[in-house]
Every structure is written in C-alpha cells, then in structure tokens.
C-alpha cells in the first residue's frame, strides 16, 4: 500500500535556526499535505500542496511539491520555542467514489532550545 | 473558519466497561468522518470511515464489534468502545473533510484501568 517515509524522525536545534524535514513516497500523491500535533491534541494543517513542484508558504514555514509527486519538504525559518511539537506530512488515499482517507508519514518530533 | 470538536476530552473507565466519544463539526457538514488511534510516540493510525446514514468502513484487523460507529447526522459521529480493556487506552482522534481539507478535533485520552 502507499506509504510515507519521514525523515528525520527527531531532532533538537536551537532557537533561531532554520529547520528542514522531508517527507518520500514510493507512490505518486496527488495532494501533499503537512500537519503539526502538539502534546495532548489534534493534528493542526499547516500547508496544504495540489500541484507537482509547487512551492506554497504560511509565515515561517514553506512547503514543496517534489516534480515527481513522490516527495515534499517543509522548512520552518529562524525556529522559536512554540515551533516544538511533531509535524506529519500525509497524502490521500482514494477509495473511489471521489472520496479518500489520509495516510500520514511517522512525523518528526521536533525540539527547540532557547 | 471549520472546526471539529470531541467529547470527552479525558475519559478514565474500568474495563469491562463500554465508552462513548463524541466527534462534532462545528459550521459545517461531514458526510464522512474518520476515526484514527494514536499510541504514544507513534503516528495516527486510521480505524474506521464513518459515513453519513449507512455503515462505518473500517480498516483491516479493527473489530467493528468493538469499536462502535454511528453517523447520525451531516455534523455527528459517535465511537463507542465497547467492554473496554487497558489495551484499548490511547489517543483517540477524530477528523472531517470540509470544503478544502481534512480537519481534526482535539482528540480523547482513554485510560482504561
């Protein structure tokens, strides 16, 4: 089935630095999305992606559409304490009908020091 | 702008016991609503397609014995863990498609004891 590969799957920077994470499928995806979950609540989206080699921001954080449609990064630039929390990326798998449920890569928890 | 909320936040409950959550979109209607687990330190794993006046989907090796479904209504989904056991405890999340994306409540802690 169609899964998605998250890398890195933690890491610690300091306060300030820019923050790269990438999300690769063996699958074509047709929408790429990015979410954050924070501790004890639901995933938040942040960056939605519907079009190969795409390049969308929102704020800090900028989101690309890999030309094949089997991969994506996220960035988050100058990092800050409130960026801690585990960001997933997920695409959609159809069941036909026009409608689909999300896959979601493993996430990776990010960690910030002041 | 689309919200889904859940209830209970936190729920504590003996095992044997049966356990309902409640999943709400807020301003607009879902035909469709997912129900995910999430254990500690893992991804969101999806359960079950809840769907609008006909039957729950659910995914290979979830019980729908078990796990309960009922979409009643354009804005509610309930899952209902039925004789819960301590391997049941986890995050429980629920999410709905609106007109562009995929949002989620704020999920339920389940801690059977």
């Known amino acids: 089935g169609q899964q998605l590969n998250q890398s890195p799957q933690s890491m610690f920077i300091q306060e300030g630095e820019d923050v790269s994470m990438n999300c690769t499928s063996s699958?074509?995806?047709?929408?790429w999305l990015w979410y954050k979950q924070e501790p004890g609540e639901g995933p938040v989206l942040l960056i939605a992606l519907y079009k190969a080699g795409e390049l969308t921001s929102n704020g800090r954080l900028t989101a690309q559409f890999g030309i094949t449609r089997k991969d994506s990064f996220l960035n988050i630039s100058a990092s800050i304490p409130s960026d801690v929390g585990i960001y997933f990326c997920?695409?959609?798998?159809?069941?036909?009908?026009?409608?689909?449920?999300?896959?979601f890569g493993k996430g990776t928890k990010l960690s910030v020091i002041p | 702008g689309a919200v889904v909320s859940q209830h209970p936040s936190r729920v504590i409950c003996k095992s044997g016991t049966s356990v309902k959550i409640e999943c709400r979109s807020l301003?607009?209607?879902?035909?469709?609503m997912f129900w995910y687990r999430q254990f500690p330190k893992q991804s969101l794993m999806l359960m079950a397609t809840?769907?609008?006046?006909?039957?729950?989907?659910?995914e290979q090796g979830v019980e729908k014995d078990k796990f309960l479904i009922n979409h009643a209504s354009l804005t509610l989904s309930t899952l209902t863990v039925t004789s819960a056991h301590p391997e049941d405890s986890s995050f429980y999340i629920c999410?709905?498609?609106?007109?562009?994306?995929?949002?989620f409540g704020p999920g339920t802690r389940l801690l059977v004891l």
């Open positions: 301003d607009f209607q879902a035909t469709t």
């Open positions: 997920a695409g959609p798998k159809y069941s036909g009908a026009g409608s689909y449920q999300l896959t």
């Open positions: 809840s769907n609008e006046g006909s039957k729950a989907t659910y």
């Open positions: 699958s074509i995806f047709n929408t």
């Open positions: 999410s709905a498609r609106d007109k562009v994306a995929v949002i």
